[in-house]
């Protein structure tokens, strides 16, 4: 199937978020799309799929005009997608979703949903159980219950929108399999949004490059990593290095002694370590190894079932997250919009709640303070915007603008998830900025590259074990991926 967009619009006021956007994805290739936050990318999947509607433009299939509105109507098109953020979650299991999820109140037979799940689901390797409730499934899982759905309802351009952020190694390898089969085999059309560019060359046939709106490029595969940010920047960006910074007076900011942490999944027992003023620490581990747990303990938001917390000599075990906040520590999640800001709200209100103690509010001196932070921080918004409005990565801005601005210790979640390249540079400088002045740091991270180039320490994860490695300078990827999967033997002591 081939599908192509002509001269198309989509204004949100005076954001012109795609302007006169014309190009054509054949059948049988995987495309990335690619460019920095904000750029348009999600804006013409939505419009692709169903989900938005067009201000003016045409999308052409097979050589003939089609109008739809609403995602039925582009599945029945052929054209389908998996949404950025989850949906809400129904209180249906695996096989209830597939079965009422059809368009327009077809509903299959339950024997043949059945088949028609085990089949595709063999053939890729999904682990799909039908009678699982989805509210259980991994990330992972509910996308693959999404391409299963998306299949069977006989759609011939699958749309990806960043589909690796939240999903482990070994499911994003599924996943990729799954898709080269799709394209190769049977001529599917696959449209991948991703800021990873290592996804990108191992898994696009050709990318195409938005900016402001406008595909400002094309290019076929295979390009280097430093080709595609060229593309997507105008320039090559310099190395990062990382600065030496002394440690070696520098006061205790988190002391966490024998605690024991009990979690949906797995515990993690006698966690002892030792954070300095001015020290990051990289958590590496397979989503729900314990790492998010350990996050939140460390600011009170996990309550540990056996040992000590101390912040900076105080022993805050027990106490609530405001008193952690009180004492200057700051947590940011992954989940934006489920845990760090509120649907609803605007940018003001953010940052009127994060400065206030919820008493009275001067939304003059809020609205003053919030016009400093957009341009400080380059957030893509206005004070009256409302949060779900902006792009993933200027909502990551959002969340940096509302963290004090000399903590004693962030706790952060993935803190560059979903950024593009340029982006996740500019927020490690602020977080650099903060661990000058003292904030010691520790996060989360998918990438690896990420934990090597910013840990002093990195500690990993496996079913709610940990192993340290005392030097992230003296480290491999490699090693840190054997970590992850749980192969502690093989390490030099
Ligand atoms: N519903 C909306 N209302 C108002 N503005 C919107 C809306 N959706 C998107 N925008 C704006 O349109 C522009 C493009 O947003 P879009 O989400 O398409 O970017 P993106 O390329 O997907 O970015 P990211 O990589 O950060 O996800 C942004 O400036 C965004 O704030
Ligand atoms: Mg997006």
Redesign the pocket.
Known sequence: MQVSLRHIHKR??A?H?NNDINITFEGGRIVGIL??????????MKILSGFQPVDSGEIWIDNRPVAYSGPQAAIRNGIGMLQ?DPLDIPAFTVLENFIYGGSDGFFLPRKTAVRQLKQISQRFGFELDPDMPIAQLSIGQRQQMEIVRLLTLGVKMLILD?PTTGISAEQKQTLFDALRQLTTSDGLSVLL?S?KLEDVIALCNEVAV?RA?RVVGTRHMPATNAQLVALMFGQELAPQTRKHFDLSAAPDALVLEHLYLHGHRVNVDDLNLRIKAGEIIGLAGLDGSGQEMMLRACVGLHKSVRGRIRLKGDDLTGQSYRNFLAKGVAFGAAGRLEEGLVSGLTLTEHIALANEDGAIIDWSAARKHCENQIKLYDV??RPD?MIE??????QQRVLMALMPASPVLLALEQPTR?L?VDSARWIWQQLMERRDRGAAIIFSSPDLDELVAYSERILVFYAGRTFEIPDANRTTIDEIGRLIGGTFEVLPA
Do not use: I, M, P, Y
């Open positions: 949100f006021g954001v978020a460019g920095e936050n904000g750029a348009g990318k999600s804006t013409l950025q960043e949004v800021h938005l709106g893509r918004g915007s409005t902006l792009s993933g990565g200027n979903g593009d």
